[in-house]
């Protein structure tokens, strides 16, 4: 494919199926946008679902500023069972029964697990140990341990409690969750801690992310979809769904434009913010510095 730029500018909610990579999602896109220029913003696992943000062309410089701090989550966490992933796609390392837990002792678990936290990410994980991702050293049969780090999980609520007997023979109880946490949180760390704290052991069985910041499952299409009509969220739209917006005067405009860092009105947000032309033209992306406005992106 040549990398010539022809696709349009913008935000492309995916509706991810499981089995892909995130990657994987971005290189159907590169062919449907007809361009190299494609990227992708809050990686999910193969196996979870739901809402991957996709930029297209000059969007992609969006991606690294997107405040996609606040991300919702609805997931089956299996107790009774430990796996290698702390999720489905690795093999028990541990059973034992989970099918009388004594009362409250779930609701106590989740409680526990809610607030501010200091998570230690699953080893199986993109996270890179000394300029090496962790899975791979975990597959090379390396014992890896991360330090915890501050996650904040704000809402984690229990739906449905199942208990059912697992392939092995052993008792199991599934979990229907929904989760609201920070970036960098993995919910299948929440299963393995809430399983450890119980003392049975979890893993995580199902994920499906259903918003990310702004962008939620009702704005999101499937691949197929997609495949029949690309729908792309123009570059404007998506900067004023996820930033601050700042409306300037046609002079404001054309020295913003050029890189001027010209003066910022009292009362602009701190990071990012969307700067929008007389005519609604997306402009740029400034943050306040010293008070003026500092370029982080010209898009005009």
């Known amino acids: 494919m040549s990398g010539k730029s022809t696709g349009p500018d913008g935000l492309v909610l995916v509706d991810k199926p499981a089995g892909l990579t995130s990657h994987d999602v971005v290189g159907r896109l590169r062919r449907l946008a007809r361009t190299r220029r494609v990227g992708h913003a809050g990686t999910l696992d193969p196996m979870a679902t739901g809402v991957l943000v996709v930029g297209v062309e000059k969007a992609t410089r969006l991606l690294g500023h997107l405040a996609l701090t606040d991300k919702e989550y609805r997931a089956t966490i299996r107790l009774g069972q430990t796996t290698v992933t702390d999720d489905a796609e690795g093999d028990v390392t541990a059973a034992a029964d989970a099918g009388d837990l004594p009362p409250g002792a779930v609701d106590a678990g989740i409680a526990g697990l809610t607030g501010d936290l200091l998570q230690v990410p699953s080893a199986v994980s993109a996270i890179k140990v000394a300029g090496k991702r962790s899975y791979k050293r975990v597959l090379d049969g390396e014992d890896v341990e991360l330090p915890a780090r501050p996650v904040t999980v704000s809402t984690f609520v229990l739906h449905d409690v199942r208990t059912t007997t697992a392939g092995d023979g052993t008792r199991v109880t599934d979990l229907d969750v929904t989760v609201v946490c920070s970036s960098g ?105 010293g008070g003026r406005a500092k370029a982080l992106a010209v898009f005009a």
């Open 185 to 289: 949180t993995y919910i299948r760390a929440l299963a393995r801690d809430l399983g450890a704290e119980l003392g049975v052991g979890g893993h995580l069985t199902a994920l499906r992310r259903t918003r990310v910041g702004p962008y939620g499952l009702d704005g999101a299409r499937t691949l197929a979809q997609l495949e029949e009509r690309l729908e792309v969220l123009p570059i404007g739209a998506a900067a004023a769904a996820a930033f601050p917006r700042w409306d300037v005067d046609a002079e404001q405009a054309r020295l913003l434009s050029h890189g001027v860092r010209v003066t910022v009105p009292a009362g602009l947000a701190e990071g990012p913010n969307a700067v929008f032309g007389p005519d609604g033209r997306f402009l740029a992306l400034v943050e306040p510095a």
